[in-house]
Nanobody, 121 residues
Framework: VQLQASGGGLVQAGGSLRLSCAAS????????MGWFRQAPGKEREFVAA????????YYADSVYGRFTISRDNAKNTVHLQMNSLKPEDTAVYYC???????????????WGQGTLVTVSS
């Protein structure tokens, strides 16, 4: 499975960005998908996850109420709408996936290449 992330860039604090991740290659009947991020000098951390059907979503406390994860199963794509961005959101954002009906909070089988989000103050 290949995950291709896009949508990163430079934005001012308070602004918005929308990340996208498309899955290709070997297909499964269902995937849990999500996003993690890694800031300079810090460990990679969970941001948001969505289960195979899109019926359940999960967020880190730091982004709850500002970020929204969604998916388009017909296109094997997941999106992360990021609003009210803060300088502390600056990081490389990684798309993640795992086959099956569980989400990526407990296990990630596939990682995307990462897309850089920079939020200026």
């Amino acid at each position: 499975v290949q995950l291709q992330a896009s949508g990163g860039g430079l934005v001012q604090a308070g602004g918005s960005l929308r990340l996208s991740c498309a899955a290709s290659g070997r297909t499964y009947s269902s995937y849990g998908m999500g996003w993690f991020r890694q800031a300079p000098g810090k460990e990679r951390e969970f941001v948001a996850a969505i289960n195979w059907s899109g019926g359940s979503t999960y967020y880190a406390d730091s982004v709850y109420g500002r970020f929204t994860i969604s998916r388009d199963n017909a296109k094997n794509t997941v999106h992360l709408q990021m609003n009210s961005l803060k300088p502390e959101d600056t990081a490389v954002y990684y798309c993640a996936a795992r086959p099956g009906r569980l989400d990526v909070r407990s296990r990630v089988d596939y990682w995307g290449q990462g897309t850089l989000v920079t939020v200026s103050s």
